[in-house]
């Protein structure tokens, strides 16, 4: 049994840090598992290596719904109790028109249908004449494009399922468009 377990380490624990990414949590789910290993009735199993990587992978899913519920709880606690999403958005909505039109012209039209007309991305497609699918990527491409000119602008922070709860507008040059001098929030 203990040349099994010595056997078993090295590899165990390169299939524990290959799905963690982590070196010492990988360390401590590993020893976790050969922990569990010793609790269970190893007398029973036909298969050590087999019965290894299932409690392995049954204490990886362990980890990461603990982890889960952990950033759930601190993003909780690290939002203000005064704060409401209602405050955040009518703010950012003023600044998405003017970023808007720093888009090139070929995501400004399609950007402007979807994120302030609130048009879907179906109907957009039939006014202009374009396929579904083109209209969704440009869509897309748009909204990438649409946060980084935010980044450039502003620091978003944004909630654990992506709410916004807070933007402050960045000192770097931050109140004017480059090159035109016209205020955009």
Known sequence: MQTQIKELYQPLFLYVKKRV????????LTQEVFYKLSKSKVEDVNNVKNWVYTIAKNTITD?????????EAIDERLVDETYHEDNVVPELSGCVAAFLKQLPEEYRSIMTLSELNNI???DIAKQLGMNYTTVRSKVQRGRKKLKEIFAT???VTQGAKGSILDCEQNNCNSETEPNS???LC
């Open 181 to 183: 001098g016209e205020t």
């Open 63 to 71: 980890y990461y719904r603990k982890k889960k519920v952990q950033v």
């Open 21 to 28: 990414n982590n070196n010492e949590d990988a360390e401590d």
């Open 153 to 155: 602008y502003c620091t």
């Open 120 to 122: 879907p991305q179906k």
